[in-house]
C-alpha cells in the first residue's frame, strides 16, 4: 500500500523561532501533496496544495509567508512555520493521492507546540 | 463553506451495537470516501463509494450513496471498543483535486 512518513510527530517551540516539518511519500511518488490544520475535535482545515517543481497554492486566509511549502522532489514536501507564535499551536497533517480515485494517504501528523 | 456536513457529531454506543453516521455535501462528486482518525493521528482510509453506486460493503462497514439528496451514511455493524474514533466523510468533486471534508463525527464505543 501507499504510505507517507511524516516527520518529528510532536515540537515545542520558543516563540519566534521556525520550525520544519516534513513529509514524505516512502513507496511511490506524489506530484502533490497537501497540508491541512486541525484544532481539538474539529475538522482537518485545508491549508495548501504542495506542488513539486512549482509554487503551492494556499487557501484563502492562509498566510503564504507564514506557512512556507517547498516541493523539491517527488518524494517530499516541507511545511515550514516561519517566526511561530502561541495562535500557531496546532496539529498539522500532511496527505498525498495515490491511485485514479483520488485516496488520500496521511502522515501521522505533527502537534505544534508554540511557548 | 464547502464543508460537508455530518451528523451527530458524537455518538456513544456500547460493544455490539451498530453505529450509523450521516454526511451531507453540496456539489456534485466523482466519488465519496470515509477515512477513521484516531484521537492524535493521521486519517485512514475506510471505504470509496463512486457516484453511480448506491450501497457498498467491506467487512463490518457499509456505506450508502444518495446523489439525488447527496448524502450518504456509513454503518458499522457489531461495533467494538477499537472502534472508537472520529469519522469523516470527503467528497471528490468534479471541479478540484481536492477532497472537501466533513465535520466529522466522534464515535466513543463502550465495552
Known amino acids: 500500500g501507499a504510505v507517507v512518513s511524516q516527520h518529528p510527530s510532536w515540537v515545542i517551540c520558543k516563540s519566534g523561532t521556525s520550525v520544519k516539518i516534513e513529509c514524505r511519500s516512502l513507496?511511490?511518488?506524489?506530484?502533490?501533496m497537501f497540508w491541512y490544520r486541525q484544532f481539538p475535535k474539529q475538522s482537518l482545515m485545508l491549508m495548501a496544495t504542495?506542488?513539486?517543481?512549482?509554487?503551492?497554492?494556499?487557501e484563502q486566509g492562509v498566510e503564504k509567508d507564514k506557512f512556507l511549502i517547498n516541493h523539491a522532489s517527488l518524494t517530499l514536501s516541507t511545511l515550514t512555520v516561519t517566526s511561530a507564535h502561541p495562535e500557531d499551536s496546532s496539529f498539522y497533517i500532511c496527505?498525498?493521492?495515490?491511485?485514479?480515485?483520488?485516496?488520500?494517504?496521511f502522515g501521522a501528523g505533527t502537534r505544534l507546540s508554540v511557548l | 463553506s464547502q464543508q460537508g456536513e455530518e451528523d451527530p457529531q458524537a455518538l456513544s454506543i456500547q460493544e455490539g451495537e451498530n453505529a450509523t453516521m450521516n454526511c451531507s455535501y453540496k456539489?456534485?462528486?466523482?466519488?465519496l470516501q470515509w477515512y477513521r482518525q484516531n484521537s492524535g493521528r493521521g486519517l485512514v482510509h475506510l471505504i470509496l463509494?463512486?457516484?453511480?453506486?448506491r450501497e457498498k460493503h467491506s467487512g463490518r462497514l457499509r456505506v450508502t450513496l444518495d446523489t439525488s439528496k447527496k448524502s450518504s451514511s456509513l454503518l458499522i455493524t457489531a461495533s467494538r471498543a477499537a472502534d472508537t474514533a472520529s469519522y469523516f466523510c470527503?467528497?471528490?468533486?468534479?471541479?478540484?483535486?481536492?477532497?472537501?471534508f466533513g465535520t466529522g463525527t466522534r464515535l466513543q464505543v463502550f465495552p
Open positions: 470527503a467528497t471528490d468533486p468534479f471541479y478540484t483535486d481536492k477532497l472537501i
Open positions: 496527505s498525498a493521492p495515490f491511485g485514479t480515485e483520488n485516496i488520500q494517504y
Open positions: 456539489t456534485s462528486i466523482n466519488n
Open positions: 504542495s506542488n513539486e517543481g512549482s509554487k503551492a497554492t494556499y
Open positions: 463509494i463512486r457516484s453511480n453506486e
Open positions: 513507496d511511490f511518488q506524489a506530484t502533490t
